[in-house]
């Protein structure tokens, strides 16, 4: 479905299913990714994190995976749920004191 | 308990005023940071301080003043405020310098006519 107004991808999903939210990044040299999770209303929720030198890291029903050769980042969420319905951010750090570059972001929506 | 906190969470005011948004986290953290974030949800950081130094500082107009009277505050400073900086501003904190693993406040949503 389309969200009206706000311009960001959109991603809708059955409950139950599986999501997958993908990200490119812009930065060869980051050496850590990270996924934000942002409900409305509410500041940015740290979801997951990797470090440059993996390519997939396990969470409590997400993982995250990552290509370096075409600079992109997935994060998949297992049996989604409603609560998961929120705006979700990748970001990168370039390991300059903290600094995170977030993403466009991509608004997920779950139909129970 | 609320572990970073934000006031005021709504701020309505004219063009060309001044005003201050508080940040206070209990969590200990010795970094703190100012985001912005536009009505395309696009978020971008302004400053970070870490034990009181300001580490980074984007380009963001000198009219933004932050300042920290100790780790665990930091404020935000506005003055001659213009239409463009109508945006939610959240202050987040995490426990040092290289934790990407942040925890953002509530937000205040700033709006200037």
Redesign the interface.
């Known amino acids: 479905g389309e969200s009206v107004g706000l311009h960001l991808p959109t991603l809708s999903v059955q409950e139950g299913d599986n999501s997958i939210i993908n990200c490119a990044y812009s930065n060869s040299a980051s050496d850590y990714f990270i996924w934000y999770k942002q409900e409305s209303g509410k500041g940015p929720q740290f979801i997951i994190d990797i470090r440059s030198n993996m390519d997939k890291r396990q969470g409590q029903r997400v993982t995250v995976l990552l290509n370096k050769t075409v600079k992109h980042l997935s994060l998949q969420i297992a049996a989604t749920q409603p609560g998961d319905s929120a705006v979700y951010f990748c970001a990168e750090s370039l390991n300059q004191g903290g600094k995170l570059i977030f993403g466009q972001g991509t608004e997920l929506s779950v139909k129970p | 308990d609320t572990a970073?906190s934000q006031t005021p969470k709504y701020l309505v005011t004219q063009m060309g005023n001044d005003k201050s948004i508080k940040c206070e986290q209990n969590l200990g953290h010795d970094?703190m940071?100012w985001y912005k974030q536009d009505s395309?949800?696009?978020?971008?950081?302004m400053f970070?301080y870490?034990n009181k130094e300001l580490?980074?500082n984007e380009t963001v107009p000198n009219r933004f003043s932050p300042k920290s009277p100790d780790k665990a505050h930091l404020n935000l400073h506005i003055n001659s405020l213009e239409l463009g900086d109508s945006a939610v501003y959240?202050c987040?904190s995490?426990q040092?310098?290289?934790?990407?693993?942040?925890?953002?406040?509530?937000?205040t949503r700033l709006t200037v006519t």
Do not use: D, H
């Not at chain 2, 310098?97 to 406040?105: H, K």
């Open positions: 970073v970094t940071y395309k949800k696009f978020l971008k950081i970070s870490n580490i980074i959240f987040a995490s040092g310098l290289a934790e990407y693993e942040q925890y953002f406040g509530p937000g």
